[in-house]
């Protein structure tokens, strides 16, 4: 009976120790986890600290990008060469080819410092087009649109309208160019001088560069980013320009930039596992400290 009762005396000390021990490690298991929290919380504010930073830069020099178009634009304005295709009533028959085709090195000294642009044209008419690469003047041939270049499935009178009547940067559009093959990108359109309607006339000059979309998600994301991030761009008009990395975007921390001379509102997403992949070795301390304890 001596025997009985003492290993009964034995359950219920071991059963009081492991109480105790369970207890115990509830206790030290709930402090960790505020502190796993504010930890975690820290380094996600560096993370996106750190992002917010880089991106910033990033979305600052496409800022500066677009508005280096405009002063493109103002030097073409003041060139002796070509103001008289915008201001006179020029036609093909009046221009000398090969004076006209010399014009091509001009647009590209303006655009070669600038590797966000691919395609790029001075549009004077349908007949009289200028681009990076070579002119378009009474050629029988062939047209600079559609044979050189074409947007979506618009027909010229159709792109032109487009430019004409929402000039500035359009959303993202699918080009099919014969010297950048098929891309998509956003347009920037502007008229050649100034003008006070809201919409362009008919026979308004026209500069068009298209920015190709992916050297712009190369330029603002890294590697990671480009993986597992998110990027949209929008107007200050609030229009919705192109949108990268959609379906990553519940997996993503969203922070937001406005840049100051082109007014784009851009979102990122910075993956959230940046954060998890920087918490892996402090748990490992906890959970060693909650083994020891």
Not at 37 to 60: F, H, M, P
Not at 137 to 155: A, H
Not at 165 to 191: A, C, H, I, R, V
Not at 264 to 289: H, Q, S
Request: proline share 3%; net charge negative; glycine share 4%.
């Amino acid at each position: 009976m001596e025997y009985i009762k003492a290993i009964k005396d034995y359950k219920r000390l071991y059963l009081r120790y492991l109480i105790l021990y369970l207890v115990f490690s509830i206790l030290v298991i709930s402090c960790q986890f505020p502190i796993y929290l504010l930890v975690k919380n820290d380094t996600r504010k560096v993370i996106v600290d750190k992002y917010e930073a880089t991106l910033s830069n990033s979305a600052g020099a496409l800022d500066r990008t677009i508005s280096e178009l405009t002063n493109a634009i103002n030097v073409i304005r003041n060139d002796q060469r070509l103001v008289k295709f915008c201001y006179e009533n020029y036609t093909a028959e009046d221009i000398n080819p090969i004076e006209f085709n010399s014009c091509t090195s001009l647009l590209n000294s303006l655009l070669i410092p600038n590797n966000l642009i691919g395609d790029a044209s001075i549009i004077f008419d349908k007949n009289i087009v200028l681009t990076r690469q070579r002119s378009f003047v009474r050629s029988r041939l062939y047209n600079f649109y559609p044979d050189f270049i074409q947007c979506n499935e618009l027909s010229y009178m159709q792109w032109t309208e487009l430019l004409r009547n929402n000039y500035g940067l359009l959303p993202e559009m699918t080009y099919q160019s014969s010297d950048y093959g098929t891309y998509k990108g956003l347009t920037f359109s502007f008229p050649l001088y100034s003008t006070q309607s809201s919409a362009v006339s008919e026979d308004q000059s026209l500069f068009v560069a298209i920015l190709p979309t992916t050297r712009i998600v190369s330029l603002l994301m890294d590697q990671t980013l480009q993986s597992h991030g998110y990027l949209k761009i929008s107007s200050g008009k609030g229009e919705n320009l192109f949108e990268f990395g959609a379906e990553n975007m519940e997996d993503c921390i969203l922070i937001n930039m406005h840049t100051p001379l082109w007014l784009l509102d851009i979102d990122y997403g910075i993956p959230k596992f940046l954060v998890d992949e920087e918490m892996k070795t402090f748990r490992r301390i906890l959970i060693a400290l909650g083994i020891k304890s």
